[in-house]
């Protein structure tokens, strides 16, 4: 296990253990893109002391349109996610959907993540597990906090209990998403480390044009408000131009603003211990 992995679990339940970051792009666009955010955030995290874990999606499998934008093929993007790991010397995260591609994507990967609609999917879960990579278990957006518990001991069936949830907003009506911090607290007595995904909380899916909207001025209070309420993690995609995003732009936190949050964030965490 990569060591900033093992010091997120070996400081599991401790009472200074540290505030943890998954961030990245939401899928890698191309690879100077790709290196370009990983080393912006490796240097604040390394100036923070934040434990970091960079993550992108290799291919988008799930997309409102058939025209949208779904990757630069599967071997080139899993083979510079690699790249980055080893150039930075950092773990790294992608999302699998299927069996075959927690094959695929372990070699290159440190943490293999499951979308949120795919969390109930049976063979996914232990198949993931069965690679012992860490496996990063987004909660669907249609499951309560305590039915993740089946989820996880999917994953650890077959001996991997290296497992994180994350949460990332429960559907509320037609377009819209909220964030129950009730969760939190929820989640974590599974024992596991427990993140929100403050950007995704905030999308707007499913909107008549087949582009995801967000709301992304209320990132700070998003992620704030998680760890007030306990978070072992964040996760934050990230773009220098969200605007010119290929994928979820409209809930994405500009780059040149980490810092900044990570800073608040880092202070609220000191005070709520």
Known sequence: MHPTLKRIFGAEGEKDSPLFLIAGPCVLEDERMGFEIAEHIVNIAERLDIPYIFKASYKKANRSRVDSFT???????????GEIGKTFNVPVLTDIHNEKEAELAAPFADVLQIPAFLCRQTELLMAAGNTNRVVNIKKGQFLSPSAMGFAI??????????VIVTERGTTFGYGDL???????????GFGVPVVLDVTHSLQQPNQGTGVTGGLPHLIETMARACIATGADGIFIETHPRPEAAKSDGANMLRLDKLEELLVLLQRIRKAVR
């Open 178 to 188: 909220v964030v129950d911090f009730r969760g939190i607290p929820e989640m974590k």
């Open 71 to 81: 990757g630069i093929g599967d071997q080139k993007a899993i083979g510079i996610l």
């Open 153 to 162: 001991d999917k994953v650890k069936a077959g001996g991997n209990n290296k």
